[in-house]
């Protein structure tokens, strides 16, 4: 592992910077500024919540058009545009004059943050490593957490010595400043599969499918409707969070104590599937891979005592590690790379659908009387059927990917 590190630093930091800085976009860095956001232009929680969507779901619509650019020039150019954009974001929603800007920023945090600059890290990662895809993406993926754990502190400081619109101007300096120049100089050289010594051989290695024929592939849809369970249940209990521990009675300081074992575990599980992912292939793992997610739902449904939160946090962070790696393996390994960009955009933006629509969905739902309980434990079964049809469909890829690199 370490040799591995040392030898590919410069692609693996790259990609640990994209998503590290990707949570300038994410749900839980935008969400520091919501109370403020609501005051500064009378919203209700409803409102908010809406506009949020909205502006969420035209993210989505749009990353099928822009992540395609990444199959026509290198990731660090991408980034050129992407970044600057990310930033002008930051600006937008710390000054906006009025809700119609709010909305504009909104989208853009969404579609630059949690959308292009995850895209660009996960689409290059899988496409400059072969036999050691999975170690890669295990290191990559890692910036989420890092960005969990220390940008919602730095936050809050700056936020209290200097305002909330301070620390959005910060998040501004550390972009242009940090991430845009040091991603440009780790990835001025492009990797190439097969020359590192450290690659060794692999043979999975499928040809290189369009993306029309990947829209046309049922198995595709077949995937989707599973890979898309996680980003699903977990935006939606962390939306609900409060609901939750009213209806259960616990304290806020009992749940979000537990954040810490989830980020830990997220990270350990993550580097273990990158290692099984590169001895046994990202296919073969399918049938297994949302079985921490089945149990973790069932544990937050049926689980009161305090101490359920923590086995709930446990069992999601094996669920996000095993996840966030074998998903970002997982399209190359099946359609090739060289349309990878193009592909991965649309995956990505069914994901940041799924992210919009879960709490809507669920927060719908839950008006209507059914509780969150309720709906966790069929979200739990959901999983198992999900596995019981990736049991089905995995020997088919594998298959088909064998005799697709003969």
Not at 60 to 73: E, S, V
Not at 85 to 105: D, E, G, Q, R, T
Not at 173 to 198: D, K, Q, S, T, Y
Not at 312 to 341: D, N, Q, R
Request: proline share 5%.
């Amino acid at each position: 592992m370490l040799r591995f590190l040392r030898a590919n630093i410069r692609w693996i930091a790259g990609g640990f910077l994209l998503t590290f800085f990707s949570s300038f976009g994410q749900t839980f860095f935008i969400g520091l500024s919501g109370e403020e956001l609501r005051a500064k232009f009378s919203l209700t929680d409803g409102e908010f919540g809406l506009t949020y969507m909205f502006a969420t779901l035209a993210s989505a619509a749009t990353l099928p058009f822009i992540g395609r650019i990444l199959d026509r020039m290198p990731g660090r150019n991408v980034a050129w545009f992407v970044i600057p954009c990310l930033s002008a974001a930051c600006l937008l929603i710390a000054y906006a004059p009025n809700v119609a800007v709010m909305v504009v920023a909104l989208y853009l945090l969404r579609l630059f943050g949690q959308g292009m600059m995850t895209h660009i890290a996960l689409t290059e990662t899988g496409r400059w490593f072969a036999a050691n895809r999975g170690r890669a993406t295990s290191m990559v993926v890692p910036g989420h957490q890092a960005g969990e754990a220390l940008l919602p502190v730095t936050f809050a400081l700056v936020a209290a010595l200097a305002g909330w619109q301070m620390a959005w101007i910060g998040a501004i300096v550390a972009l242009m400043l940090v991430a845009l120049p040091a991603i440009h100089v780790l990835w001025r050289v492009e990797r190439v599969p097969g020359e590192n010594a450290e690659d060794g051989p692999s043979e999975r290695t499928a040809r290189d499918w369009t993306r029309g024929e990947v829209l046309r592939d049922p198995i595709f849809y077949a995937l989707l409707a599973c890979v898309l369970a996680p980003p699903f249940i977990g935006t939606t209990i962390f939306f609900h969070q409060d609901y939750l521990v009213e209806l259960r009675g616990y304290t806020p300081l009992a749940f979000a104590a537990a954040f810490p074992i989830k980020a830990a575990t997220t990270v350990v599980f993550a580097l273990v599937c990158g290692q099984l992912v590169d001895r046994f292939g990202a296919s073969r793992l399918l049938p297994w891979f949302l079985l921490p997610l089945a149990v973790a739902s069932a544990t937050a449904a049926f689980l009161t005592p305090v101490w359920g939160v923590y086995a709930f946090m446990f069992l999601i962070g094996i669920s996000y590690g095993f996840t966030s790696t074998l998903v970002g393996a997982l399209w190359p390994e099946i359609y090739g790379i060289k349309h990878l960009g193009a592909i991965r955009a649309v995956i990505v933006a069914a994901m940041v659908f799924s992210t919009a629509l879960g709490p809507g969905v669920t927060g719908a739902l839950i008006d209507l009387g059914i509780e969150l309980p309720v709906q966790l434990a069929w979200m739990s079964v959901w999983c198992l059927a999900a596995c019981v049809l990736l049991g089905f469909i995995s020997p088919r890829l594998v298959a088909r990917t064998t005799a697709e690199g003969t």
